[in-house]
């Protein structure tokens, strides 16, 4: 097989001889590594808001001094370090990887800090971005109160493994208002309990957009059904966000670590009841 990698957990070919690595073991990070709560944002689909949702969540609660880190498991649109305005890579330390620190203290790793260049597309089949997500627990020096794993979009293979490969504690579940939605979130939150792992509750992005002229909010996605959705699925939302020009423009630019955090308070309160 020319691209056999001699490792089956990161190797995209089939054989006869292949032996199926044990992805579902969690395994432990690197001695002298810390990392306190693992977070995962999820999202039904690409495109809602997931990056966001998770950037803001970092970057609120190193605001308030806690050591916090992103694990961009969305190895096939990894969009967080240019958010935070890096373009460079990442760095070895003997077989383990640093994470990259933005300018406010946030760790970083995310497939397009070790790609050549980050135009590059992840051509790569389901285990081996499986592999991936797993070695960015593994083998990053992590030291950090708070980890968010920003995680693949959807409820296939990659989501999957990285479900019951990382250690998560809970979700946050990120959609749009759309009615198409009910159903995707529904299925996000059945794989979360059929994982076993606690939906912390429900951001809804998009929700509006407010007319800066006469400061209606517009529903431009439609009428929310989110109050509806988390009441039968017994979850609380944490926010409805409003397209905000001021938010893409700081991720467009790379100035994320400047966005306010007026939209996601709820939130930051259920992550604080839970240290408590
Ligand atoms: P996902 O991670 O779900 O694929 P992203 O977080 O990358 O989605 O968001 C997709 C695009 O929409 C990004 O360019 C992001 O900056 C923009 N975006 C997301 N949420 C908002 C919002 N509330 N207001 C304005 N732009 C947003």
Same mark, same amino acid.
């Given at each position: 097989? $020319?691209?056999?990698?001699?490792?089956?957990?990161?190797?995209?070919?089939?054989?006869?001889? +292949? /032996? %199926?690595?044990?992805?579902? =073991? /969690?395994?432990?990070?690197?001695?002298?590594?810390?990392?306190?709560?693992?977070?995962?944002?999820?999202?039904?689909?690409?495109?809602?808001?997931?990056?966001?949702?998770? $950037?803001?969540?970092?970057?609120?609660? +190193?605001? %308030?001094?806690?050591?916090?880190? @992103?694990?961009?498991?969305?190895?096939?649109?990894?969009?967080?370090?240019?958010?935070?305005?890096?373009?460079?890579?990442?760095?070895?330390?003997?077989?383990?990887?640093? #994470?990259?620190?933005?300018?406010?203290?946030?760790?970083?790793?995310?497939?397009? *800090? *070790?790609?050549?260049?980050?135009? &590059?597309?992840?051509?790569? +089949?389901?285990?081996?971005?499986?592999?991936?997500?797993?070695?960015?627990?593994?083998?990053?020096?992590?030291?950090?109160?708070? *980890?968010?794993?920003? !995680?693949?979009?959807?409820?296939? &293979?990659?989501?999957?493994?990285?479900?019951? $490969?990382?250690?998560?504690?809970?979700?946050?579940?990120?959609?749009? #208002?759309?009615?198409?939605?009910? !159903?995707?979130?529904?299925?996000?939150?059945?794989?979360?309990? !059929?994982?076993? @792992?606690?939906?912390?509750?429900?951001? =809804?992005?998009?929700?509006?957009?407010?007319?800066?002229?006469?400061? /209606?909010?517009?529903?431009?996605?439609?009428?929310?059904?989110?109050?509806?959705?988390? %009441?039968?699925?017994?979850? %609380?939302? *944490?926010?409805? !966000? #409003?397209?905000?020009?001021?938010?893409?423009?700081?991720?467009?630019?790379?100035?994320?670590?400047?966005?306010?955090?007026?939209?996601?308070?709820?939130?930051?309160?259920?992550?604080?009841?839970?240290? +408590?």
């Amino acid at each position: 097989m $020319s691209d056999c990698t001699h490792d089956c957990s990161t190797c995209g070919e089939s054989c006869g001889e +292949r /032996k %199926e690595a044990n992805v579902f =073991e /969690k395994k432990p990070l690197r001695p002298g590594c810390r990392v306190g709560k693992v977070y995962g944002v999820v999202s039904g689909k690409g495109g809602v808001g997931k990056s966001m949702v998770t $950037s803001q969540l970092a970057v609120a609660l +190193r605001r %308030e001094g806690y050591r916090t880190a @992103i694990l961009d498991a969305d190895i096939t649109g990894p969009s967080i370090p240019k958010a935070f305005g890096i373009h460079g890579r990442a760095v070895a330390q003997g077989d383990a990887i640093v #994470p990259v620190t933005t300018a406010t203290g946030i760790q970083l790793m995310s497939v397009n *800090l *070790l790609l050549e260049h980050e135009t &590059d597309p992840v051509i790569w +089949r389901g285990p081996v971005i499986g592999g991936v997500v797993q070695q960015f627990w593994t083998d990053v020096l992590w030291n950090c109160d708070y *980890l968010f794993v920003d !995680m693949p979009p959807g409820t296939g &293979d990659v989501p999957l493994t990285a479900f019951q $490969s990382l250690p998560i504690e809970g979700i946050v579940i990120v959609t749009s #208002p759309q009615d198409l939605v009910k !159903m995707i979130v529904k299925k996000a939150f059945n794989m979360a309990e !059929m994982m076993k @792992i606690p939906v912390l509750g429900i951001v =809804e992005n998009y929700s509006y957009v407010k007319c800066p002229d006469c400061g /209606k909010e517009l529903k431009v996605f439609g009428e929310s059904h989110i109050d509806e959705i988390a %009441e039968k699925l017994g979850v %609380e939302v *944490l926010g409805k !966000m #409003p397209i905000d020009p001021s938010l893409a423009e700081l991720s467009d630019k790379g100035d994320f670590a400047k966005a306010e955090n007026k939209y996601l308070t709820d939130a930051f309160e259920v992550l604080h009841q839970l240290d +408590r």
